[in-house]
């Protein structure tokens, strides 16, 4: 029998938590990314205030959620452009491909959109003969291992110069003479520019879908970016129907808050605004614009007001970086396509609570995540929430209902709460006594195999409290 | 804009997925007062000298700024950018104001205008004008119309030729005057550029020049 | 005298480490309260809430505003039981008739050193302790309760304690409950990280203001054998310099976490 996602995370989890070399890797890489982040705090003269406003933005966006994608749709079509709103992932996939084939594309050059992961929308169009490139660079690394992104906007973070380079030597046919980065970069530039030149198709995610402007905005540093929604004749923006703003001049403290929290940049190299095609006297640009918007269960969620402000996120991953459970076991062990504290409170909406409550339940709800968000979703108490929904929705398991039904039952006398504390400290002290400690009968040994047992006083406070009360 | 019936049997979940998006808006969610209203000045400093603050921002994103007094001067300036690069066609944005200034600048070289069509893919550098310079980020803002959307990002080298009167303070202000003049109407492309391209894709260590150009170089004019 | 506190004890703290309960009570005396347990308080509810187990978490919060209802100020030795009253009750008892009852009794609940730093409005409580120690910001009492520097306040007017400062005080123990339980290999590897971070400090001790995570790193630090040993803020503060070395040392080896084995 395969097995359940939480057996594989539970499996991955452990691998992961003990893989040393992985926790230094990573903390090498958030510690670069503290120190810029602060860097980044430090343009901004009121982060709090920064906070409060892109928080205000996204909930009138999301408020009002079909009168500006309404608004985006007529100013896109009315240049000319498609807007295709789709469902689910298999209607988004099936639409860019059935364009593709009726267009004959061969190449597809792809830049970086985690909504593309979360349809499959790659392995769609490899399906039908179509030759996708991940033009992103650390996308371009996971795709060569035929793995996902390990972080949503540093999608190879997990890997060092010397894994690449052998990457790169085993997967592009050429020989590879240094590990630099610098170097290393240069060998994608060069096979990927072929790419760009050829492909008959460039697909984008959006940042943000500007609804009075009607332009999709991408935030980038590399440029594959650009050159993806450049060169090709066909353009094909693949987003959610979450990602609308109402206003062009929104994107004022949007972009620098994306900026500062995702990288610690003041703000992205190339911010870029595209309403259509390429107009009458342009000198380049695609001959056709096409705009998927993907529902895939954002709808449901909106309809839940304790939780629609989780729709509110703009994919910055500063929650994922600060999380001290992803820094301990990584974006893969996740399973899904968005993992960290988001990944844990939106996955079990878009994907199903039974399957993935146990996201919500691997953390120690420390509350990190929801003091870094730069839209102030108050992420861990979305997580308690989820913990709620999937015991009322029965799914969990029923040795652990009856358990807690107990455990009620004592808190409510307190004569049993006593005798049950008594009768634990007695167990474990016998059980001490003969030696099952660290045993297979050892009651305490899920504690025990990682610390050393808990010491055990000779009496409760209560009892020593009345024993006190009677001495005087 | 009303749904034909020719739409809506193309797209049928267009208007499922409207009618959810409103029946789950009926439940409207519970907001808490915020302490005070937030605006602008508190969020960003106010930029107090734009000229000085583009050259910090331009130092600090790794772009060259070159402040100059006349056209003459531009024309040098280029010419001392253009003769470090190696020999190669070089695609320059069709106006008046280039035309003069490349001409004095690089009498000799190979030239694709913008109004030939697309930049070729071994460019050795474009040239553009900008439609505003922005200090708060040290950013150039163009458009379609700046030469086209190749033209700032294919070739390894992107000048730009701009004056000191394009400057504008912050972002709010760009994209405020942006919306009013309805710039993404005329133009099916902007674009905000702060720096040459870039990655930290691997262990976090800043490599420039990705895919776009490795060096922006901003010749900034004192008047046209 | 300055006023009655009752006493909130964490039933992990009364069944497991009675000595956090006895010093909160030696401190609270010291300066000046009068202090009452009501004794037939079992549980504010927390297990079952952070499993997700609204529906037996709610009997025992209902019962818990009982049993506090008269209670002046409420004080107890662990942020995150604090946190479940102050911060959770209001809306696990939304719809119940002591509603009213639990947000009056929220407004009145104190974890122990912002009892002492902003109600009693007292930083020098007359103690002693020549050990360098250092500071693990506890999750709930830091971004629920927003305790920063009360603790630190606390700690830096001891006379003799030397305080270091550790990298990456704010990042989580790995304890979270039942997440130890339920995702121990996650657990124990977020404490050793922890372990790491103490153990580069060289302190003699590391105390916080919540002792359930002291007790999973006590536990982390007891493994790896390492020298620091957890502590509980108060009792710190409960050690008043009167007593000779080796009583001093012998109540410290109580207070300390990490006591030989029965």
């Known amino acids: 029998m395969s097995a359940t996602a939480a057996q594989r995370f539970l499996q991955d989890a452990a691998v992961k938590s003990a893989d040393l070399m992985h926790r230094e890797v990573i903390r090498r890489g958030m510690d670069s990314y503290d120190a810029a982040h602060l860097k980044g705090r430090a343009r901004i003269k009121d982060w709090e205030a920064a906070r409060q406003r892109c928080q205000e933005i996204k909930r009138e966006a999301i408020n009002h959620l079909d009168r500006y994608l309404l608004q985006f749709e007529e100013k896109v079509a009315a240049r000319g452009g498609h807007v295709f709103w789709a469902a689910n992932s298999e209607e988004a996939c099936a639409y860019v491909k059935n364009l593709a084939t009726r267009l004959n594309v061969k190449t597809v050059v792809k830049s970086k959109s985690m909504v593309t992961e979360e349809i499959h929308l790659g392995t769609a169009l490899e399906k039908a003969g179509i030759k996708v490139w991940e033009t992103d660079f650390g996308e371009f690394i996971v795709q060569l291992r035929e793995e996902g992104p390990y972080h949503i906007v540093t999608p190879a973070m997990h890997l060092l110069r010397g894994q690449i380079a052998t990457l790169f030597q085993e997967k592009l046919g050429q020989k590879i003479e240094s590990d630099d980065p610098a170097y290393l970069m240069a060998v994608a530039r060069r096979v990927l520019r072929e790419a760009f030149f050829s492909a008959e198709m460039g697909i984008s995610g959006a940042n943000f879908l500007v609804a009075d402007a009607g332009v999709i905005a991408i935030s980038t540093n590399e440029g594959n970016g650009r050159l993806c929604t450049s060169i090709p004749r066909i353009h094909v923006v693949v987003t959610g129907i979450e990602k609308v703003i109402p206003r062009l001049e929104d994107l004022a403290v949007l972009w620098p808050v994306l900026a500062t929290s995702g990288t610690g940049q003041g703000i992205t190299t190339y911010g870029t605004l595209i309403g259509g095609a390429r107009q009458s006297g342009e000198a380049d640009g695609p001959e056709e614009f096409h705009v998927v918007l993907v529902d895939n269960g954002r709808s449901q969620l909106l309809a839940d007001p304790e939780q629609r402000e989780v729709l509110h996120c703009i994919r910055c991953g500063a929650c994922l970086n600060i999380c001290p459970v992803f820094r301990h076991v990584g974006g893969h062990t996740y399973g899904t396509t968005y993992p960290g504290p988001i990944g844990s409170v939106l996955t079990p909406h878009l994907n199903g609570i039974k399957e993935f409550k146990h996201l919500s339940y691997a953390s120690s709800l420390c509350g990190a995540c929801t003091s870094v968000c730069p839209v102030k979703i108050d992420l861990h108490h979305h997580l308690l929430q989820n913990r709620r929904n999937a015991t009322e929705a029965g799914a969990t398991k029923a040795s652990e209902r009856l358990m807690f039904r107990a455990w009620r039952h004592a808190m409510l006398h307190p004569r049993i709460y006593a005798l049950g504390g008594w009768s634990m400290r007695k167990a474990l002290r016998i059980a001490y006594g003969l030696g099952l400690q660290g045993s297979i009968l050892d009651p305490m040994r899920v504690w025990n195999r990682y610390r050393s047992p808990v010491p055990l006083p000779a009496e409760s406070f209560r009892a020593r409290w009345r024993r006190d009360r009677a001495a005087n | 804009m009303p749904q034909t019936d020719r739409a809506q049997s193309e797209n049928p979940s267009r208007e499922q997925i409207l009618q959810r998006i409103r029946a789950g808006l009926r439940t ?65 944005q069709d106006d008046p104001s280039l035309r003069r200034v490349v001409e004095l600048a690089a009498p000799g070289r190979a030239i694709r205008w913008s109004s030939q069509g697309a930049p070729s893919e071994a460019s050795q550098a474009t040239v553009t004008l900008a439609e505003a310079l922005i200090a708060q980020t040290g950013s150039i803002l163009v458009t379609a119309s700046c030469g086209g959307r190749g033209a700032s990002v294919i070739a390894p080298c992107h000048i730009v030729y701009a004056t000191i009167p394009q400057l504008v303070p912050d972002l709010a202000t760009a994209l405020g005057r942006a919306s009013r003049e309805q710039t993404l109407d005329h133009n099916s492309f902007a674009c905000v550029i702060s720096g040459s391209s870039r990655t930290a894709d691997i262990e976090k260590i800043l490599v420039q020049g990705a895919h776009g150009p490795r060096r922006l170089v901003v010749i900034l004019q004192t008047e046209r | 005298m300055k006023g009655k506190v009752s006493l909130f004890v964490p039933c992990f703290v009364d069944q497991l480490l009675p000595q956090v309960a006895l010093d909160t009570v030696k401190v609270l005396r010291r300066i000046g309260y009068t202090v009452e347990f009501p004794e037939d308080q079992t549980c504010c509810g927390q297990p079952a809430f952070n499993t997700g187990y609204w529906d037996d978490a709610r009997p025992c919060a209902e019962r818990f505003v009982r049993v506090f209802r008269h209670a002046d100020v409420v004080v107890c030795p662990s942020g995150s039981c604090t946190t479940m009253v102050r911060t959770f009750y ?173």
């Open chain 2, 28 to 92: 409207p969610v519970k907001v808490e007062e915020p302490a005070a209203t937030t605006s602008d000045r508190m969020i960003f400093e106010p930029i107090q000298n734009p000229l000085e603050r583009f050259q910090q921002e331009c130092i600090a994103n790794l772009m060259e700024c070159a402040l100059t007094a006349d056209s003459t001067a531009s024309a040098r300036h280029l010419a001392d950018v253009l003769q470090s690069l190696p020999e190669g066609e070089i695609f320059v």
């Open chain 3, 90 to 262: 209001a809306d696990l008892l939304a719809a119940s008739s002591l509603r009213d009852d639990a947000i009056a009794l929220a407004s009145r609940t104190f974890e122990f050193s912002e009892f002492l730093v902003k109600v009693a409005a007292i930083t020098q409580v007359g103690a002693t302790f020549p050990h360098s120690v250092t500071y693990h910001a506890s999750c709930h009492g830091l971004r629920e309760l927003h305790i920063h520097d009360e603790p630190l306040q606390l700690l830096r007017q001891v006379k003799g304690l030397n305080l270091i400062e550790m990298t990456r005080s704010q990042e989580c123990c790995g304890f979270g409950g039942t997440f130890a339980a339920k995702f121990s290999d996650i657990s124990a590897a977020m404490g050793t990280s922890k372990a790491e971070s103490i153990a580069a400090t060289g302190a003699e001790f590391v105390t916080a203001t919540d002792p359930s995570c002291l007790m999973h790193l006590q536990g982390i630090l007891g493994k790896r054998n390492a020298s620091t040993r957890t502590i509980y803020l108060a009792s710190i503060l409960a050690q008043d310099g009167q007593t000779n070395a080796s009583q001093a040392r012998e109540s410290l080896a109580k207070k300390s976490f990490a006591e030989a084995q029965p």
